[in-house]
């Protein structure tokens, strides 16, 4: 079973291509503004790599976040569009689970952190368990990283993400000796772990409509909070007219 798997949660996005075999292909892109200038040219070089067109792709798998909101939007809409035009099925994977996927069978406490601006952090605690099992122990959120760090109070915790490496020095002073950092290559998001993910999710029948597959924001993006905001002051306004 062939999987195409889209990340472009963060600013390093990427495609990659897997099966049962392992990682066929894979091309990862750092961007200054948006991925849509790029993911389709990332595709093609992905296919002709592992020699296969896309109607030999059996299924799509794309992240849903938390990550960028414009960056969300593109990958989404770029896998909805692929499998309506191939007719084939989707599977959508959580930006923080695919993360943390690659310290599953670690025995550890593990903190994905993604930079959400606005001083927050995309953050979770999961545990991973020597038989592969990962447990999610604080889901998904967007938050202050002082507020996060002072909830975890596990003896070692691992740190990964690009959040980890903007606010090392303030988990370093809030959890001194107790935390622990992934190495650099470790801190983005991978299409390699949305595809063969997705190879897992495919194989339990987990797919997800084109209508249905939507993204995980966490929290509501800065034009509904400006709708949000209007629509508040309207109703004060309202209100005072009125008395």
């Known amino acids: ?26 091309y990862s892109l750092c961007v200054g503004a948006t991925h ?9 070089y992905v296919l002709k ?9 059996d299924v799509l798998a794309v992240s849903l976040g938390p990550g960028s909101f414009t960056g969300l939007r593109i990958g989404i809409c770029t896998a909805k569009g692929l499998a309506l035009a191939a007719g084939k099925p989707i599977t959508g ?22 930079d959400a601006r606005k001083k927050e952090v995309y953050t979770a605690a999961y545990r ?5 099992e990962l447990q999610v122990l604080q889901p998904p959120r967007a938050v202050a990283p002082e507020r996060f760090l002072k909830s975890l109070n596990e003896d070692s915790v691992l740190f990964l993400g690009e ?10 002073q809030a959890l001194g000796s107790r935390a622990v950092f992934a190495p650099a290559h470790l801190n983005q998001p991978r299409a390699a772990a949305i595809a063969l993910l997705g190879l897992s999710q495919a ?9 249905s597959l ?17 629509a508040e002051m309207l109703k004060r306004r309202s209100l005072l007219i009125s008395s």
């Open 163 to 172: 959040g980890s490496v903007l606010y090392r020095a303030l988990i370093e």
């Open 49 to 57: 790599n592992s020699g296969l067109s896309l109607h030999e792709i």
């Open 93 to 114: 994977i959580y930006t923080l689970d695919a993360l943390v996927d690659v310290y599953r069978g670690t025995d550890a406490i593990v903190c994905p952190m993604l």
């Open 128 to 132: 991973t368990s020597r038989i592969g």
């Open 203 to 211: 194989k339990k029948g987990n797919f997800l409509s084109a209508s």
């Open 36 to 44: 849509s200038g790029r993911l389709l040219p990332a595709l093609d």
């Open 214 to 230: 939507t993204p995980l924001y966490v929290r509501p993006s800065d034009a509904e909070m400006t709708r949000e905001n209007s």
């Open 1 to 26: 079973m062939n999987v195409l798997g889209i990340e472009t949660a963060t600013q390093t996005g990427g495609i990659a291509i897997a099966n049962e075999k392992g990682l066929l292909s894979e």
